[in-house]
T-cell receptor
Framework: KAGVTQTPRYLIKTRGQQVTLSCSPI?????VSWYQQTPGQGLQFLFE???????NKGNFPGRFSGRQFSNSRSEMNVSTLELGDSALYLC????????????FGPGTRLTVT | AQRVTQPEKLLSVFKGAPVELKCNYS??????LFWYVQYSRQRLQLLLR??SRESIKGFTADLNKGETSFHLKKPFAQEEDSAMYYC???????????FGKGTRLSVIA
């Protein structure tokens, strides 16, 4: 089985711009979660989708949004980028609605200058 | 709110020495606990979960509900164990996985 894929792998943006990141889950997985990983804060939960519905949302400002498509692929969008948004953004998929075992993608490294 | 605490940012041990990575959690219910590992240049991956009570790569972890701990242990560290380790928690139902901030294990030859 192919693993979770994320595109792009690296991205450099300037403050004020917006960005869209994409995640393709493992075939058959219907749950997708997004995390922000930074050296200081570790892994912080952004949101979780199951069958195109957002089930949970983390404590991030409204500039962070996401969606899931009918084929389970997911995108997250960050508008009005700030320097502090520089991070590795990880996507994870799981088969069941309860995210007991998650399979992670390689991440998208976002640098905001 | 659930919280997972990993008190050590960095743990250095010599090859062959025992390893214990600490994890404490705060949650009043009956959570499920996990250890995830991220080796250099690899993806974050599940190492073990408490309900399976198995040993993976020589690592074990016991859930101590009285002390609300889920420490990861290995009797003899190997150089290939060097990685970032994250403790994580989920309760039953509709909540996301909550991670600790991680501990970097460095095994010195």
């Amino acid at each position: 089985k192919a693993g979770v894929t994320q595109t792009p792998r690296y991205l450099i943006k300037t403050r004020g711009q917006q960005v869209t990141l994409s995640c393709s889950p493992i075939s058959g997985h219907r749950s997708v979660s997004w995390y922000q990983q930074t050296p200081g804060q570790g892994l912080q939960f952004l949101f979780e989708y199951f069958s195109e519905t957002q089930r949970n949302k983390g404590n991030f400002p409204g500039r962070f949004s996401g969606r899931q498509f009918s084929n389970s692929r997911s995108e997250m969008n960050v508008s009005t980028l700030e320097l502090g948004d520089s991070a590795l953004y990880l996507c994870a998929s799981s088969f069941r609605q309860e995210a007991y075992e998650q399979y992670f993608g390689p991440g998208t490294r976002l640098t905001v200058t | 709110a659930q919280r997972v605490t990993q008190p050590e940012k960095l743990l250095s041990v010599f090859k062959g020495a025992p390893v214990e990575l600490k994890c404490n959690y705060s949650y009043s219910g009956s959570p499920e606990l996990f250890w995830y590992v991220q080796y250099s240049r690899q993806r974050l991956q599940l190492l073990l979960r408490h309900i399976s009570r198995e040993s993976i790569k020589g690592f074990t972890a016991d859930l101590n509900k009285g002390e609300t701990s889920f420490h990861l242990k290995k009797p003899f560290a190997q150089e290939e164990d060097s990685a970032m380790y994250y403790c994580a928690l989920i309760d039953s139902g509709n909540t996301p996985l909550v991670f600790g901030k991680g501990t970097r294990l460095s095994v010195i030859a």
